[in-house]
């Protein structure tokens, strides 16, 4: 998935959770983080950063444009 963090910070290890194309609740955690300016791994990224995250968990035709991720609360 890449995206823009527009708020907060996103970091490794982290959950996710969004609505998938079907509408359905989808859970996932954030492998690895790839700056998009340089691909480079970094360990989180912050609000304003071009990203492309691995959710290995995840199909492809779960994401559509806009999709928004949200941390899951602890």
């Known amino acids: 998935m890449a995206g823009r963090v527009e708020a907060g910070a996103v970091r490794e290890g982290q959950?996710?959770?969004?609505?998938?194309?079907?509408?359905?609740?989808?859970?996932?955690?954030?492998?690895?983080i790839e700056r998009a300016a340089d691909r480079t791994l970094v360990p989180q990224a912050k609000a304003g950063e071009d990203v492309r995250l691995l959710l290995p968990e995840v199909s492809p035709?779960?994401?559509?444009?806009?999709?928004v991720l949200e941390e899951i609360p602890d």
């Open 15 to 32: 959950p996710v959770a969004f609505r998938s194309t079907a509408g359905r609740p989808v859970q996932a955690c954030v492998v690895t």
């Open 61 to 67: 035709t779960a994401l559509a444009v806009g999709t």
